[in-house]
Structure formats: structure tokens, C-alpha cells
């Protein structure tokens, strides 16, 4: 049997210009031979909270399929790890409109390149939605962080909210508390798993215009994700529900604060479109391209 070369595996930091920063993401542009317990072992051996991989690739229409995977489990939908991606095929095919065929939908892309030569990329999420979450879901998740009721803000109740995948959105009355982050991780992960949440999306309103979020990801086998794309765009149409969206519809979240690896999040909603934008850069990872395992026969 002749040798082959298994695909690349390309590592990126999305939602940053500094690869210190933001959230690392694998990205596999040639995956269509990967069955789906080689990407998860990938995944797991990359060991980020999600690597996408490009299933099948159209480069004329600029269309993708793309799959995601968390060192544990397939993702249905990964934001950081869809601008990765993104600004990992603007560098190769240009900048420019994307449409990526992912598990949740069609998401739509616009890249372009920035003065000083970075990529940035919006994403267009799939319609949100957004409900009030139940007392029984926001206790026993409040146990699990080891929080009290009066540790949340009043003016932003809790919700559980979809881009995608769904998010449980607590916000939190001061900037202390949502930094002394402990939580119980087996704990937070069981409650994760029961109601079908990815990421709790924990927040701090700062202005109108501008947040602080820390994002627990125990479900994926990773304490917290540095930036959340997907739990970004939920939190936009979380914001729309409540009539809380600014003016513009545009806010920041600064994310990764507390972990060392800041990351800027970029947001734009409307009371008119369910969709939501989600915009940042992303900078590869220097030396850490690789194939994902030795050749074989």
C-alpha cells in the first residue's frame, strides 16, 4: 500500500491580533477523508476547546462544509473556530464572501484584510432565539458556580439563548464577582449535559455598549473558553429580547481578561433581522502547523 500524508492541522487564535491572546482553534482544511473518529481523535490531540475541519470544498463558489469537534464530543456550532477558518482560506484564497454549510445551517462570511496585513471575519449566525430560563435551571447552575442569587444583576435576567447552540446567559451585578470564578466543574458539566447547553455565557455589563463574559465549557473537557463566538451572537439576540440593545445595535465583549488571553468580540443586532453579526480577527499560531500523525502504509 502506497504512503500518504494526512491532512495539516493548522492552529489559530481567534478574536485577537496577538497569538497570546485569544482563543486557540485547530483548523483542517483538507478533512474530507477523516471519518469521525479521526477527528475527534485530532481534536483531542490538538486539545483547544474545538477544532473545525473542512469536510468538502467548493473554492469557486467560495462554499465549505465544515464539522467541528471539542476534545470530547462533535460540536453542532463553534464561532471562534469559524473565524479561524475563515481567515485561514482568506489567506490562501483571498479576502472576501464565504457560505459555510455547517450542522446548524448556512453561515454566511465576510473577510477582508486589514492595514499591516491581518484578516478580519463576520460572521452572520443563524436566527436566535432567546427565553427566560427556569428556576429550577438557574439553581441548580448557581449551586454548581458556587454563586447566590444575589450575586446576579436584576436588569438582565436569566435566559437561555440559541445561535446556534444554546447558552444559559446569567449576568452578573459586579465586575469582582464574575472575575473570582470557581466553579465546581463535574457539578457544572452534569447540569450542562442534562439541558443540553454548550457554554454557560456569564456576563458583566460594563455600559450599554460594552461587556465582560466568561464562558465555562466543562461539557467539552475545557475549564473555559478565552472566546466564544457562537455564545457572542446568542447574547446579541438575548440583548434584542430584552429591548437591552443599544441604539446602533453594536456592543463589545472583551472576553479572556481573567485567563491571560484577551480577546475582543465585536457584535451587531438589529430589531429586524434574527440573525446576528459577530466580527473579529484571528492570527496563526507561528510553527504550530503540523500533519495530524505520521505517515502510514
Known sequence: ???????EILRYSAFTTDPAGGNPAGVVLDAAALDDAAMLA???????????????????ARRFRLRYFSPLAEVAFCGHATVATAVALAERIGPGALV?????????????????????????????????ASDEEVNVSLAALHWSPEDLDPALPPHVAFAGNEHLVL????????????????????????????TLQLVWRETQELFHARDPFPIGGVVEDPATGAAAAAFGGYLR??????????????????LGRPSLLRVVASTTDPRVRVSGHAVAIAGAGESTGEEEA
Open 171 to 198: 449576568a452578573v451585578a459586579t465586575r469582582e464577582r464574575l472575575a473570582a470564578l470557581d466553579y465546581d466543574f463535574e457539578d457544572l458539566a452534569e447540569v450542562m449535559h442534562r439541558h443540553g447547553w454548550t
Open 241 to 258: 429580547a430584552l429591548g437591552a440593545l443599544p441604539p446602533s445595535g453594536a456592543f463589545t465583549i472583551h472576553q479572556g481578561e481573567d
Open 1 to 7: 500500500m502506497s504512503l500518504k500524508t494526512r491532512p
Open 42 to 60: 485530532t481534536a483531542a490531540e490538538v486539545g483547544y476547546s474545538e477544532t473545525a475541519f473542512v469536510t468538502a470544498a467548493d473554492h469557486a
Open 100 to 132: 459555510f454549510d455547517t450542522p446548524v445551517g448556512e453561515i454566511t462570511l465576510d473577510t477582508s484584510a486589514q492595514p499591516g496585513g491581518s484578516v478580519t471575519a463576520t460572521l452572520t449566525s443563524v436566527p436566535t432565539r432567546s427565553r427566560p
